[in-house]
T-cell receptor
Framework: GESVGLHLPTLSVQEGDNSIINCAYS??????FIWYKQESGKGPQFIID?????DKRQGQRVTVLLNKTVKHLSLQIAATQPGDSAVYFC???????????FGKGITLSVRP | GAVVSQHPSWVICKSGTSVKIECRSL??????MFWYRQFPKQSLMLMAT?????????EQGVEKDKFLINHASLTLSTLTVTSAHPEDSSFYIC???????????FGPGTRLTVL
């Protein structure tokens, strides 16, 4: 992910709509990417991952898209629910030592 | 599966005292664990990488004598904040990498407040 910032951007969506959360990474050697969800006062929770030999991976209500050409990662959440409200972080590593580089984080706010 | 626990979940201590935080992988073995620090509304900052049976690798700017890390077994790593000061107050989070793969699973975090 990109370097740490001081202010987390916010994405506000209506309950039931689809959410798209975007992330840019800087290391072209990164070959493993993960999305985490962090609720207030808790540790990050694994959502979905993808390796660099894929460009799309689907989970339950979530889809991760990887565009290595522009070093862009996105997380799509279908039928967003109030329980999806949290901060979402993308992370990447090169696999060699498994150190994760975290993106800035985006706050997802779901309107009822 | 892939549960990581931390203890304590929160701690308040006086300035100058030392605090130990435990990180355990409950249902898998983790040869590598990581310690992060997170300030409010910011991303996670890696402090150090803890490898079972060897010395931890610290990130640039992290004082190894102040943040002592021990990884004595495949399921336990500890972080000791020595001579804590108010500026050490933060949310400390550990993660454990399953020995069979690349995914890191995070603990629930420990809120440290130094008075």
């Amino acid at each position: 992910g990109e370097s740490v910032g001081l202010h987390l951007p916010t994405l506000s969506v209506q309950e039931g709509d689809n959410s798209i959360i975007n992330c840019a990474y800087s290391n072209s050697a990164s070959d493993y990417f993960i999305w985490y969800k962090q609720e207030s006062g808790k540790g990050p929770q694994f959502i979905i991952d993808i390796r660099s030999n894929m460009d799309k991976r689907q989970g339950q209500r979530v889809t991760v898209l990887l565009n290595k050409t522009v070093k862009h990662l996105s997380l799509q959440i279908a039928a967003t629910q109030p329980g999806d409200s949290a901060v979402y972080f993308c992370a990447d590593n090169t696999g060699a030592n498994s150190k994760l580089t975290f993106g800035k984080g985006i706050t997802l706010s779901v309107r009822p | 599966g892939a549960v990581v626990s931390q203890h304590p979940s929160w701690v308040i201590c006086k300035s100058g005292t030392s605090v130990k935080i435990e990180c355990r992988s409950l249902d898998f073995q983790a040869t590598t664990m990581f310690w992060y620090r997170q300030f409010p509304k910011q991303s996670l900052m890696l402090m150090a990488t803890s490898n079972e049976g060897s010395k931890a690798t610290y990130e640039q700017g992290v004082e190894k004598d102040k943040f002592l890390i021990n990884h004595a077994s495949l399921t336990l790593s500890t972080l000791t904040v020595t001579s804590a000061h108010p500026e050490d107050s933060s949310f400390y989070i550990c993660s454990a990498r399953d020995s069979r793969g690349d995914t890191q699973y995070f603990g629930p975090g420990t809120r440290l407040t130094v008075l």
